[in-house]
């Protein structure tokens, strides 16, 4: 009997510190939490507080209507856009932009705006528009940039057919991606 009774003893320490181990472990995750940065147009505006609950150190921008010549130039809509990265320095920065600049994407301001982001020590992770939206000169420039691409997420279409009807499977196919 003293056998069982030492023996499940010695199991019930083993389970307190693995249990105070994980959560040690847990706490550590929560504190390494890394600096994401997410920028763009619509799409960021509408994956901005998706992505937020699953990227806990993510900080977002999106100006709806925007087009990469506005973020790479600051034209008018975007005077003052991404301003805050240098001072952030976020270790990854999404980007999803493009639909706006329509049939003709300049890539040049595409890799503007990677240039920018490499030179503040950020990884650039571009994010297509949703599968079902056509754009296969923007997904042909996208593909052709060297930085890391998160593929058109199959989700619905709202009624515009350019905008998800909801963002919530598309935030987690990002952080998917990015992990």
Same mark, same amino acid.
């Given at each position: 009997?003293? +056998?069982? !009774?030492?023996?499940?003893?010695?199991?019930?320490?083993?389970? %307190?510190?693995?249990?105070?181990?994980?959560?040690?472990?847990?706490?550590?995750? @929560?504190?390494?939490?890394? /600096? %994401?940065?997410?920028?763009?147009?619509? #799409?960021?505006?509408?994956?901005?507080?998706?992505? =937020?609950?699953?990227?806990?150190?993510?900080?977002?921008?999106?100006? %709806?209507?925007?087009?990469? =010549?506005?973020?790479?130039?600051?034209? +008018? /809509?975007? *005077?003052?856009?991404?301003?805050?990265?240098?001072? #952030? @320095?976020?270790?990854?920065?999404?980007? !999803?932009?493009? *639909?706006?600049?329509?049939? =003709?994407?300049?890539?040049?301001? #595409?890799?503007?705006?990677?240039?920018?982001?490499?030179?503040?020590?950020?990884?650039?992770?571009?994010?297509? &528009? &949703?599968?079902?939206? /056509?754009?296969?000169?923007?997904?042909? %420039?996208?593909?052709?940039?060297? *930085? @890391?691409?998160?593929?058109?997420?199959?989700?619905?279409?709202?009624?515009?057919?350019?905008? &998800?009807?909801? #963002?919530? &499977?598309?935030? /987690?196919?990002? +952080?998917?991606?990015?992990?």
């Amino acid at each position: 009997m003293t +056998a069982i !009774a030492a023996g499940g003893l010695t199991l019930g320490v083993a389970g %307190v510190v693995a249990s105070v181990a994980g959560q040690a472990e847990a706490a550590k995750i @929560q504190t390494q939490k890394r /600096r %994401v940065a997410l920028i763009g147009d619509s #799409y960021a505006v509408g994956l901005g507080p998706e992505l =937020a609950k699953l990227l806990p150190g993510l900080r977002s921008e999106g100006h %709806v209507g925007t087009s990469s =010549a506005e973020w790479a130039n600051h034209g +008018a /809509r975007c *005077v003052n856009c991404g301003d805050w990265l240098t001072a #952030y @320095q976020p270790e990854i920065t999404l980007v !999803a932009l493009g *639909v706006n600049d329509g049939n =003709a994407p300049n890539s040049a301001n #595409y890799h503007t705006i990677i240039s920018a982001l490499h030179g503040i020590g950020s990884k650039v992770v571009w994010i297509e &528009p &949703p599968a079902g939206v /056509r754009a296969p000169v923007l997904r042909a %420039v996208i593909g052709s940039l060297g *930085v @890391q691409v998160v593929p058109g997420a199959n989700v619905p279409l709202a009624a515009d057919g350019i905008h &998800p009807s909801s #963002y919530k &499977p598309w935030a /987690r196919d990002i +952080a998917r991606a990015i992990s």
